[in-house]
């Protein structure tokens, strides 16, 4: 008769520690709300999560957050750890830029430059990127110092969604200064977590104008190079404890 009494306790027991656990919460980006157990997860991949008899698979870049509770000791409450993604994903991001390079201009006159550019724009996905900038570059020899202030847009793609990660970088636009032209500047880089470096080819203040007679061309400096160290914040997720 005891038997009887002391197997539903056994199993209430073990319901009960199991329960203690607490539970993983997967916040989409459509606004769904899953809570269960993650049976099985591919970083930066997928993950599969039963909630009661249904199971449940989604890709990372459905996902905006996973909550997990646990449970604290002391008073028996219910406090959830978020795990945040460390790449890049959806929303605003921005840049901070150095650039140092060396080239020649349309007439083989040799310069050095350094430019400070700011970019802000919106990140679509852990990828795509899709902004605009403006800088200031300072073209130098020993005998000239030229001024040019490019208004640029740019496409960046994050090649790997994870902390570190290749990517290709085109931006194009106008510059205005000592020297007016278009602005072309593709580069490929490497990202490290929310700093980057990056070298690429630069054409600055170049126009070509056709008359009725004659085609007048402004050489500007279209044989540079460059190397890029950045910083870049926002869109970005990290491992935070939630109250």
Same mark, same amino acid.
């Given at each position: 008769?005891?038997?009887?009494? !002391?197997?539903?306790?056994?199993?209430?027991?073990?319901?009960? @520690?199991?329960?203690? $656990?607490?539970?993983?919460?997967?916040?989409?980006?459509?606004?769904? %709300?899953?809570?269960?157990?993650?049976?099985?997860? *591919?970083?930066?991949?997928?993950? $599969?999560?039963?909630?009661?008899? =249904?199971?449940?698979?989604?890709?990372?870049?459905?996902?905006?957050?996973?909550?997990?509770?646990? &449970?604290?000791?002391?008073?028996?409450?219910?406090?959830?750890?978020?795990? $945040?993604? =460390?790449?890049?994903?959806? +929303?605003?991001?921005?840049?901070?830029?150095?650039?140092?390079? @060396?080239? $020649?201009?349309?007439?083989?006159?040799?310069?050095?430059?350094?430019?400070?550019?700011?970019?802000?724009?919106?990140?679509?996905?852990?990828?795509?990127? *899709?902004? +605009?900038?403006?800088?200031?570059?300072?073209?130098? =020899?020993? =005998?000239?110092?030229?001024?040019?202030?490019?208004?640029?847009?740019?496409?960046?793609?994050?090649?790997?969604?994870?902390?570190?990660?290749?990517?290709?970088?085109?931006?194009?636009?106008?510059?205005? +200064?000592?020297?007016?032209?278009?602005?072309? /500047?593709?580069?490929?880089?490497?990202?490290?977590?929310?700093?980057? !470096?990056? /070298?690429?080819? &630069?054409?600055?203040?170049?126009?070509?104008?056709?008359?009725? %007679?004659? /085609?007048?061309?402004?050489?500007?400096?279209?044989?540079?190079?460059?190397?890029?160290?950045?910083?870049?914040?926002? /869109?970005?997720?990290?491992? *935070?404890?939630?109250?």
């Amino acid at each position: 008769m005891k038997k009887i009494f !002391i197997l539903p306790l056994l199993l209430l027991l073990c319901v009960t @520690a199991y329960s203690q $656990k607490g539970s993983d919460i997967v916040y989409l980006k459509n606004g769904s %709300k899953i809570k269960g157990t993650i049976i099985e997860q *591919v970083p930066n991949v997928s993950l $599969k999560i039963q909630s009661g008899e =249904n199971v449940f698979v989604y890709q990372m870049d459905e996902v905006e957050k996973i909550v997990k509770e646990q &449970l604290q000791t002391k008073n028996n409450l219910s406090e959830p750890v978020e795990l $945040k993604i =460390n790449y890049p994903n959806k +929303g605003y991001r921005g840049f901070g830029e150095i650039n140092i390079g @060396a080239g $020649k201009d349309g007439v083989d006159t040799e310069f050095n430059h350094i430019g400070f550019l700011s970019v802000h724009g919106y990140q679509f996905n852990s990828k795509l990127f *899709v902004g +605009g900038g403006a800088g200031f570059y300072d073209y130098y =020899n020993d =005998n000239d110092d030229v001024i040019m202030i490019p208004l640029f847009a740019d496409v960046r793609l994050d090649m790997v969604p994870s902390g570190i990660s290749p990517f290709l970088d085109v931006r194009l636009g106008y510059s205005i +200064g000592d020297n007016e032209g278009v602005y072309f /500047a593709p580069s490929f880089g490497v990202r490290f977590s929310k700093f980057h !470096i990056s /070298a690429g080819y &630069l054409l600055q203040g170049y126009y070509y104008e056709v008359n009725q %007679k004659t /085609a007048a061309t402004d050489v500007g400096f279209t044989k540079s190079f460059f190397a890029r160290i950045a910083i870049d914040w926002g /869109a970005r997720y990290k491992y *935070v404890n939630v109250d």
